[in-house]
Nanobody
Framework: QVQLLESGGGLVQAGGSLRLSCAAS????????MGWFRQAPGKERGFVAA????????YYADSVKGRFTIFRDNAKNTVYLQMNSLKPEDTAVYYC???????????????WGQGTQVTVSS
């Protein structure tokens, strides 16, 4: 069992940056692949980024490549999403999730946080 808690969301102007954090409970955090997803009103939850259990491999949605960076600190049971050059279309609730095997579809993930709102103003 893994419990996840996101933080770091907020309101930022276009072009700005935010860093999201996701703190996990449980001793098995380091065995899970971790992902970030986002959901805007009226839209399906969509893949943003994912990272393997070791942090050795990362994957990104095309829409965020070059702007967002996912990384993790297994000693702190935390995964991060550094978001730079933010755009209004990045506005959404951002969720972190844990999976036994890394994937890019939200149904492949077993555990979810409650989400944190990111709003980018133009």
């Amino acid at each position: 069992q893994v419990q996840l808690l996101e933080s770091g969301g907020g309101l930022v102007q276009a072009g700005g940056s935010l860093r999201l954090s996701c703190a996990a409970s449980g001793r098995t955090f380091s065995s899970y692949a971790m992902g970030w997803f986002r959901q805007a009103p009226g839209k399906e939850r969509g893949f943003v980024a994912a990272i393997t259990w070791s942090g050795g491999s990362t994957y990104y949605a095309d829409s965020v490549k070059g702007r967002f960076t996912i990384f993790r600190d297994n000693a702190k049971n935390t995964v991060y999403l550094q978001m730079n050059s933010l755009k209004p279309e990045d506005t959404a609730v951002y969720y972190c999730a844990a999976a036994s095997v890394l994937g890019t579809w939200y149904r492949e993930y077993d555990y979810w946080g409650q989400g944190t709102q990111v709003t980018v103003s133009s």
